[in-house]
């Protein structure tokens, strides 16, 4: 199965300025890769994904950024602000059909102070 | 309507009770699955429903068992938990295949419940 590294498990920065988290994978037919933003009290809740034609995606303060060859991609965000405070996972994923498996990374608990 | 509904929100319960967790979409999703996520953990797989029928079981205790009664519910009776059964309990939905070419995979997540067993 996928085994799946997530680093750093911590991060604290001051608002403002930017965060990167990287997820490293093993299934080199992974094609999806994900990343998810838990708030406290929520469920995880989608905020960027790319697929595997594709070497990077920005939305507005996020991006992501994937490297196949070495089986890894990263999620960027910058301008942090308070509210980007949360638990972040990627998940990479194979597969084109429904129902597919998703292996979370163990998560990044993110934390931008005022 | 892109929300995935659980109820209810939180359930405590003893190791002898029989209980019931619901999930609900209406978003014509056609693949439903049950998560298992312990604090400071990330959810960890427990059952997959693709077309209302179970594809994946990940070996989980027969003391949990689901239902996929139509194509936007999905159940997990509960009976006979023990004490580390405690835990958020996460539904979440993906689209039907031919909905997949070319787009994104993404599972939509309810905001689960937290379940206690005492």
């Known amino acids: 199965g996928e085994n799946v590294e997530q680093h750093p498990s911590t991060l604290s920065v001051q608002e403002g300025d930017s965060a990167v988290i990287k997820c490293t994978y093993s299934d080199s037919a992974s094609n999806y890769f994900p990343w998810y933003k838990q708030e406290l009290g929520k469920g995880p809740q989608l905020i960027i994904d790319i697929r595997s034609n594709v070497g990077e995606k920005k939305d507005q303060r996020i991006a992501v950024t994937l490297n196949k060859t070495a089986k890894h991609f990263s999620l960027h965000i910058t301008e942090t602000q308070p509210e980007d405070s949360a638990v972040y996972f990627c998940?990479?994923?194979?597969?084109?059909?429904?129902?597919?498996?998703?292996?979370f990374g163990e998560g990044t608990q993110l934390t931008v102070n005022p | 309507d892109t929300e995935v509904t659980q109820t209810p929100k939180h359930l405590v319960m003893g190791m002898t009770n029989k209980k019931s967790l619901k999930c609900e979409q209406h978003?014509?999703?056609?693949?439903m699955y049950w998560y298992k996520q312990k604090a400071k953990k990330p959810p960890e797989l427990m059952f997959v429903y693709s077309y209302e029928k179970l594809s994946i079981n990940e070996s989980v205790p027969s003391r949990f068992s689901p239902e996929c009664p139509n194509s936007s519910l999905l159940n997990l009776h509960l009976h006979a938990l023990q004490p580390e059964d405690s835990a958020l309990y996460l539904c979440?939905?993906?689209?039907?295949?031919?909905?997949?070419?070319?787009?994104?995979?993404?599972?939509?997540f309810g905001p689960g419940t937290r379940l206690t067993v005492t």
């Open positions: 998940a990479p994923q194979r597969g084109e059909t429904s129902g597919s498996r998703l292996t």
């Open positions: 978003m014509g999703h056609r693949a």
């Open positions: 979440a939905s993906s689209p039907r295949p031919r909905e997949l070419a070319g787009g994104r995979i993404q599972q939509y």
